[in-house]
């Protein structure tokens, strides 16, 4: 009997170990280690050569946000046990790059980042290290500290004898420094004596306009039109130094200088300044207004291009100097000539008049230092005659706009210009053709053609397969 019961849960033990199923066992799938596997390749790496391909491939694959900080710290690694300039160089190429990983933020690495400029002798390497620390600065706006310490890590290397080295420590400043609070305080060794100041980063980045590189002078401007982007009010104090670096040799200073210029204008527009060589004074934005205008003739076409845009926005100057682009007549000497009645008056109050008998005894006894004269009175002067004019087709249809802009602010201004937007109905230009005809249906209202402009008009237009009018009816009321 209990050989029988035995045997009976045997069975029945057997057949609910049968029913139930084996747990199965649960797989984990890891991804391979970004850090690991780049410290392997580079660990493989036998040249230089070998280490810069790692490198490279490496660059073109993702990186996942949490583990950016280990890959920058087996970068880190390597880059102070490499001797070769290329390697470091990519290395901090690639810094910058995983700095601005979706989903990282830098601030972890700004020390490391830092520390890598104390030992650094390669002025290539140093300049790309400081690219990095703008790129970690921009990520991090709001850490007013760290902020701090890469304004003063760039003031520490702009007297760096590389231009790049200055150029990225002047964009640095640019990208992140404020003109409320004060960089740092200088101090000057006299005979017996100390003396310091407190430095801002406007006066910092102005030292550098007349930097002896020009991609450095370069930089120093677009370095402080970085800071009115960003919302921080130019001294006007710069105005003259700007003023300056327009007859620099250098094309990119002259066309930086150019935006230079126009910016103050439009902050400090009825701002008084002198004129040079006299006792007069003028609105600022007059005076730059001139100033551009004389850029319209600058050698460089893309100077010009970039005037004549420029002084389509400025519709605070004063209507006597605006009116003065669509003439071509100096005056006389190169400065205000006095009536006859003036001169005649003067002749009567001396009691004589010239006999004739001693060569040129009434040429004025005043000689004319051409390098001093006024640009208001030479620069404004046919500034627009000369960009419609222009060979370059980009300039003429830069002039043709910046008329178009500056006539609808000013009916007495399109009157005046319209003998001349209709002579550029005869642009050998396709597209300068165009553009004055689109400008004349946007001044339309302010002017009324004559007879002899609207004969123009229609015989350009009758020889002229291409399509005169944009919108659908060339009949509609939007058309000139």
């Known amino acids: 009997m209990a050989a029988h019961l035995k045997k009976r849960v045997y069975e029945e033990f057997s057949k609910v170990s049968q029913e139930v199923p084996a747990a199965a066992k649960k797989l984990r799938l890891t991804k391979p280690s970004k850090s690991a596997a780049l410290h392997i390749d580079l660990c493989k790496a036998t040249s230089p050569t070998d280490a810069l391909q790692y490198l490279l491939h490496f660059a073109r694959k993702p990186v996942e946000a949490e583990s950016v900080e280990g890959v920058v710290r087996i970068l880190l690694e390597h880059y102070y046990k490499e001797s070769d300039n290329s390697v470091r160089l990519k290395i901090a190429s690639l810094l910058g790059l995983l700095s601005k990983t979706q989903g990282f933020t830098p601030d972890c690495i700004v020390d490391d980042a830092i520390n890598t400029l104390n030992n650094e002798k390669s002025h290539q390497v140093l300049a790309q290290l400081l690219g990095t620390l703008l790129i970690i600065g921009t990520q991090l706006p709001d850490k007013i500290a760290v902020i701090q310490r890469l304004i003063d890590v760039a003031c520490k290397h702009l007297s760096s004898t590389y231009f790049g080295v200055r150029n990225k420590c002047l964009q640095l400043l640019g990208c992140l420094g404020t003109v409320d609070k004060p960089l740092s305080k200088e101090t000057d060794a006299g005979p017996g004596a100390q003396t310091s100041h407190v430095r801002d980063v406007q006066s910092v980045i102005s030292d550098y306009f007349q930097d002896q590189d020009p991609r450095v002078r370069t930089a120093a401007i677009k370095a402080m039109l970085q800071l009115h982007e960003r919302g921080m009010k130019i001294q006007q104090t710069i105005y003259n130094q700007a003023c300056k670096l327009l007859s620099d040799d250098y094309e990119q200073v002259r066309s930086a200088a150019v935006q230079m210029v126009w910016v103050l204008s439009q902050l400090y527009p009825e701002s008084i300044v002198p004129i040079p060589s006299s006792n007069e004074e003028i609105r600022l934005v007059d005076d730059s207004f001139g100033k551009i205008c004389h850029m319209v003739s600058d050698g460089s076409w893309v100077v010009r291009v970039q005037a004549a845009k420029l002084l389509g926005s400025m519709h605070q100057v004063s209507p006597h100097f605006l009116e003065q682009t669509l003439d071509k007549k100096l005056m006389s000497d190169l400065r205000r000539k006095r009536t006859a009645h003036e001169r005649a008056k003067e002749l009567y109050a001396s009691g004589e008049f010239s006999s004739g008998r001693r060569w040129a005894d ?52 399109a009157e005046k210009c319209l003998d001349f937007l209709v002579d550029m109905f005869n642009d050998e230009i396709e597209e300068v053709r165009l553009q004055s005809i689109h400008v004349l249906r946007q001044i339309s209202t302010h002017i009324t053609l004559r007879e002899d402009q609207l004969d123009t008009v229609l015989a350009v237009l009758e020889m002229s397969e291409v399509p005169w009018c944009s919108a659908p009816n060339p009949g509609a009321a939007d058309c000139p």
């Open 362 to 413: 009434d040429a004025p006894k005043e000689k004319v230092d051409t390098s001093g004269v006024n640009l208001i009175d030479s620069g404004a002067c046919g500034a627009f005659v000369h960009g419609l004019e222009d060979e370059m087709y980009e300039v003429r249809i830069s002039a043709v706009e910046a008329l178009c802009s500056l006539a609808q602010s000013s009916p007495s201004f």
